[in-house]
T-cell receptor, first 111, second 112 residues
Framework: KNEVEQSPQNLTAQEGEFITINCSYS?????LHWLQQHPGGGIVSLFM???GKKKHGRLIATINIQEKHSSLHITASHPRDSAVYIC?????????????FGKGTHLIIQP | DTGVSQDPRHKITKRGQNVTFRCDPI?????LYWYRQTLGQGPEFLTY????????KSRLLSDRFSAERPKGSFSTLEIQRTEQGDSAMYLC??????????FGQGTRLTVV
């Protein structure tokens, strides 16, 4: 069964700073997910990636399959980026099962 | 299609009562997942369906829990004889095969 470690658990930064959140996992995977969760519970999928790098607006996700590691970056951070960011991978590594999640990184961006 | 919807959004129940939650996935999605999230933790996988077939169940899903997806569309999650430890957010997600999963807003259960 895959295990996911995220760091840091909590991060407070000033508006405009470059943010990096890290995720490592134990079993080879078909794809890794980065998710965003706001207070109240709703989860939004940010990225699903299996290799290299993806960019969407100010968000960038990278993955190194050999090292079983992924990073989520936020450029020019803004208070509206404040949320919990969660890394998730397939429970057994493949694409035909549910996800196992990290504990999340609680990000606060101060004006 | 407005995305994955869950009903109810909040449920308060007395210990020992049965509760049932509903999830309506995105219409063309053949896979449907249930997760549970307790305060301060990431979600935990409970079970998943491919069409109407329940293909995998976590050991977290005790005998008091049952999930169905009778026609391969909406799904229900029932908890019998609720316990205080069942208090959590119950999340549903759907996907088309192994593509990106879309999550509902969740049902927050409080057992008193």
């Amino acid at each position: 069964k895959n295990e996911v470690e995220q760091s840091p658990q909590n991060l407070t930064a000033q508006e405009g700073e470059f943010i990096t959140i890290n995720c490592s996992y134990s079993v080879g995977i078909s794809a890794l997910h980065w998710l965003q969760q706001h207070p109240g519970g709703g989860i939004v999928s940010l990225f699903m990636l299996s290799s290299g790098k993806k960019k969407h607006g100010r968000l960038i996700a990278t993955i190194n399959i050999q090292e079983k590691h992924s990073s989520l970056h936020i450029t020019a951070s803004h208070p509206r980026d404040s949320a919990v960011y969660i890394c998730a991978v397939p429970v057994s590594g493949g694409g035909a099962d549910g996800l196992t999640f990290g504990k999340g990184t609680h990000l606060i961006i101060q004006p | 299609d407005t995305g994955v919807s869950q009903d109810p959004r909040h449920k308060i129940t007395k210990r020992g009562q049965n509760v049932t939650f509903r999830c309506d996935p995105i219409s063309e999605h053949n896979r449907l997942y249930w997760y549970r999230q307790t305060l301060g933790q990431g979600p935990e996988f409970l079970t998943y369906f491919q069409n109407e077939a329940q293909l995998e169940k976590s050991r977290l899903l005790s005998d008091r829990f049952s999930a169905e997806r009778p026609k391969g569309s909406f799904s229900t999650l029932e908890i019998q004889r609720t316990e205080q430890g069942d208090s959590a957010m119950y999340l549903c997600a759907s996907s088309f095969w192994a593509a990106e999963a879309f999550f509902g807003q969740g049902t927050r259960l409080t057992v008193v």
